[in-house]
């Protein structure tokens, strides 16, 4: 009998271990928003793009290995920041919260893919889905009903 509890017990220790989850939530929603969302965000859509002044048109691209590693490097933040989001401790409900956090998730990755394969046009069109995914939550999670307190980041 007493062999059969020396065997059971680690057994339940481990059991009761695993049910943990070994991670938890640190930041607050509001600094990953800050300071992983938001600014890795403005990369990717500062990376690709034309801006048209008086008598003047620039083509804004990455043209060096540099420049595409740090839009490769800011969609993948961004693509762990929709992991970040649907945390316990963050995630402000089960349903849309959650397909809200996996769209930024998946258009982040495909922003990725299009960085790596230094396709501009890729970028620019997956920036859009990024910026649909972002705004998709801000306007079911952030901004109010009333259009007046509507503000950008």
């Not at 059971?8 to 928003?33: D, N, Y």
């Not at 693509?79 to 401790?89: I, Q």
């Not at 996996?102 to 893919?113: I, K, N, Y």
């Not at 230094?118 to 620019?124: G, I, P, Y």
């Amino acid at each position: 009998m007493r062999r059969n509890i020396c065997l059971v017990a680690p057994l339940l220790l481990l059991a009761a271990c695993k049910s943990a989850p070994p991670i938890k939530a640190v930041s607050t929603l509001e600094e990953v928003m800050h300071h992983m969302v938001i600014p890795n965000a403005d990369i990717v859509w500062d990376s690709v793009g034309t801006i048209y002044t008086v008598g003047h048109v620039e083509e804004r691209q990455p043209r060096t290995d540099e420049e595409w590693l740090a839009v490769e490097a800011s969609s993948t933040v961004l693509t762990e920041a929709g992991n970040l989001l649907m945390m316990e401790g963050r995630a402000k409900d089960n349903g849309p919260w959650m397909e809200r956090s996996r769209a930024l998730r998946e258009a982040a990755a495909s922003v990725h893919e299009a960085a790596k394969a230094r396709d501009v046009a890729k970028v620019f069109e997956r920036g859009g889905y990024l910026f649909d995914a972002c705004q998709g939550c801000h306007f079911q999670y952030r901004f109010t009903k009333d259009p007046n307190t509507i503000r950008s980041h």
